[in-house]
């Protein structure tokens, strides 16, 4: 009995190892993207086909623009995508980067109450739309948490002359969260706030759009591939791997096709 | 290090601010919770009643709910699309309030049952035997065992500090208005930002550290009488 148990030990340790060795080859892709890339649901999508195309694992973790980017430089990560022009290159810059690409574009989207109490709509920047809220005293949620988003949503404010404080200004609710939660917490509370078009239309409740396709709201995405001289376990072959799928024609045109099912639009764009 | 302490007194502090919220926050959920806990803690202690022990596994049950389901069912029920919608009390200090009465009363309440149940025989006997009333026999019941609902009290109050889930869902952390010490905790871990959320654990855990060692001191008090 005792023979016949120790051999049966040895098999399944032995199947373990074969079975464990078949799945060294490929090892998982760390990649750190950003809560509107997440909550719009493109990585969900494209996620599946990249994996059957090459065999290669995706670990997906979301965080706003500034902490995904922190994990590239803190070896947690082999590939980021991101859409903050500024840390981007400040990242490569500190020579972090194998390459960084840039591929993917959308706009942002001022949404909020439908019944627009600060009359943004019509507006001919977000810059003129931020200064009606501001004078409005109405209602505006800001993500506060260095994200893309945030930094674009900043920049507006500093084009328009203002510098809302949350300290003071207490229509300025800073929340600290990441993009679905901004619209949710927006859509509670019936206030405005900036938005990538995907996360909105994937997260509407009881917001509307009341300005996009101005000039100041274009939002660029870009890959970066994190170089292996930091961190010996980077997995530059994966991350190279997931830039080379992207440009395929498979997946430009999946891409190209993602949110025009379910709403009738594209919410990403292809750069060309 | 210098530089919490910098924050913790020098001007426009917003770790201040934060640590005031907390404060408050905490103070009120305590204080309501003890004033449903222990009334209904002592007398379940020491009445006997049919279905009593229904009632201390309900009890039981609720000491055990999960803090980010009650965190879920208040926020439906204040949320816009709620039945308490109009109140619009979402995202605000009393809706946390709220969220940290539900899960600490039980708490208060089943502590200081278990506390009274273990003495209740004395107490009954002895009450009955002087003739004493029960409104002065709630009264002595107080004052005998007041260190040890201060126990119990202390113990919500700790629970309330730390709780994190709840809070964070139906206050929403927005800063300045419900952004407490632990939800602030969680956002600078999310946004890598080490530093702050090391800053902000430190001093959470010197206020704990402070209400622990009160709740030691206690106990030792206790057992000298």
Request: glycine share 10%; with cysteine; proline share 3%.
């Amino acid at each position: 009995m005792k023979k016949l148990f120790f051999v049966l030990m040895m098999g399944v340790l032995l199947v373990g190892a074969i079975g464990c060795q078949t799945q060294v080859e490929k090892k998982p892709i760390r990649m750190s993207t950003t809560t509107s890339v997440n909550d719009s649901g493109l990585m969900a999508y494209l996620q599946p086909e990249f994996e059957k195309a090459t065999g290669y694992k995706l670990e997906i973790t979301s965080a706003g623009s500034g902490a995904a980017i922190k994990k590239g430089e803190t070896g947690d990560a082999d590939i980021l995508l991101v859409h903050s022009k500024a840390a981007e290159e400040a990242f490569v810059a500190q020579g972090f980067d194998e390459q960084r690409i840039s591929f993917m574009y959308n706009f942002f989207v001022i949404v909020g109450p439908a019944d627009d109490p600060a009359g943004v709509k019509g507006s001919a920047t977000a810059a003129d739309a931020f200064k009606a809220i501001a004078a409005k005293g109405a209602s505006f949620v800001t993500r506060g948490d260095k994200s893309g988003t945030n930094s674009a949503e900043l920049k507006i404010w500093k084009d328009a002359g203002l510098a809302p404080d949350p300290a003071t200004d207490t229509w300025y609710k800073n929340i600290g969260a990441g993009m679905g939660q901004a619209l949710n917490t927006a859509s509670e509370m019936q206030a405005y706030t900036i938005s990538d078009k995907a996360t909105y239309l994937a997260n509407k409740g009881k917001l509307e759009i009341l300005l996009e396709d101005v000039a100041d709201m274009k939002n660029t995405y870009s890959m970066i591939a994190i170089t292996p001289k930091r961190f010996a376990e980077t997995n530059l072959a994966g991350a190279q791997a997931f830039i080379d799928w992207v440009k395929t024609e498979k997946a430009r045109d999946l891409i190209a096709k993602y949110g025009v099912e379910q709403y009738g639009q594209a919410l990403f764009f292809n750069l060309d | 290090m210098q530089e919490i302490l910098y924050q913790l007194f020098g001007p426009n502090s917003e770790l201040r601010e934060i640590i005031g919220l907390t404060l408050v926050m905490s103070i009120f959920s305590t204080v309501i919770s003890a004033a449903i806990g222990i009334p209904l803690g002592t007398w379940l202690g020491l009445t006997e009643f049919r279905g009593k022990k229904t009632w201390l596994k309900i009890n039981s049950t609720l000491m055990g709910l999960p803090p980010v389901l009650v965190g879920l069912l208040v926020f439906l029920l204040l949320s816009h699309s709620g039945p308490l919608g109009k109140l619009s009390l979402l995202f605000s200090l009393p809706a946390m309030v709220i969220a940290q009465v539900i899960l600490i009363s039980p708490i208060i309440t089943g502590m200081t049952a278990n506390l009274i149940a273990i003495n209740a025989s004395t107490i009954n006997e002895t009450c009955l035997g002087l003739g004493i009333r029960p409104g002065k026999k709630l009264q002595l019941v107080l004052q005998d065992f007041k260190w040890d609902y201060l126990l119990n009290i202390l113990a919500g109050f700790g629970r309330s500090i730390a709780e994190v889930g709840a809070v964070q869902m139906v206050g929403g952390n927005i800063q300045y208005k419900t952004r407490v010490m632990t939800t602030a905790i969680m956002m600078e871990t999310n946004m890598g930002q080490f530093e702050q959320a090391l800053a902000l654990g430190l001093v959470l855990l010197v206020i704990a550290f402070v209400v622990n060692f009160a709740v030691q001191s206690l106990r030792t008090r206790i057992s000298d009488d």
